[in-house]
């Protein structure tokens, strides 16, 4: 039998873990179910081509809610009923050198693996596709999800942050952030109209305000959330501000909300939401 020398496994044991190392990878590799993580996509170049972008597909029932900016780095979307379902960053990242690129998304309530399929573009034109299972040449990136101990849950806190998360992406004028918190078949009354589902009130309602609204300041006040019976629905009323510009029009308004939130496997999400404005009288 052929013996290694020394210095051959000395070579050997260096090198295994940058080859191993060398494929597209998601940290981080465990998470809980339901949870809110901050992703990193670590993307190295092992070849002689730089890489120049890659996409990386959003398993289901994962809800992305914000795509971190960089110097140097663009990023695009691709939708799906509201939902964001991959995430292409462009970058040059020059042979021998690792890029990282950063999203925050909550995950689904269920235990079932996060497999992220990534598509490593290069400068020759070439492409790589991890998107094989577990022990495959080139294997998805996977993040294991693992239920946590079992703790109360504090339903009125939750939404309470979920209430402030929401004025946050409203402020940000975030429509893909805003998508999760709301039910697809959300109703929506509001300044004497309806909207019904998620996209009709996008499209035909809160889009084109939030792409109208200047110098935008807006945000809940006063939240009282009522849990009801069965402990998948709650209500909630509120104040709410909302101060900005619409091309000469100056908006200073306050105005009472009350909200039906619902609990599915996805989370607490908006079901109906219905508001009443009005000026902003001297001294509020």
Known sequence: MRRMSVAALVIAAVLA???A????????RESKPGAEERYTVRVPTEGAAATTSVRVEIPDGV???????ADGVTSQTETREGRIVAITWTKTIPPKEVGEFFFRARNPASTADLAWKAHQHFA?????????????????????????????????????RLIERYDAAFNAKNLDALAAFYHP????????????????????????????????????SNVKVTLL???????????????????????????????????DPEGWRIRHSHTSSRARRPGE
């Open 21 to 28: 190392a060398a494929h597209v990878g998601i940290r981080p």
């Open 185 to 220: 078949d959300v109703t929506i009354y509001e300044g004497g109209g309806i909207n019904n589902g998620w996209a009709d009130y996008r499209d035909h309602h809160l889009g084109p305000e939030l792409k109208a609204f200047e110098n935008l300041q807006f945000g809940h």
């Open 229 to 263: 019976p069965g402990g998948t629905t709650a209500y909630v009323a509120a104040r709410y501000m909302l101060k900005t510009k619409m091309g000469t029009r100056e908006i200073d308004a306050v105005g009472l909300a009350t909200m039906i939130f619902y609990k």
């Open 124 to 160: 020759d034109g070439t492409t790589t596709d991890w998107v094989g299972p577990a022990g495959d040449r080139r294997p998805a990136p996977v993040t294991k999800l693992t239920p946590a101990a079992a703790q109360p849950v504090d339903d009125v806190a939750e939404i309470t």
């Open 17 to 19: 873990p940058s080859l």
């Open 63 to 69: 809800t992305v809610l914000d795509i971190e900016r």
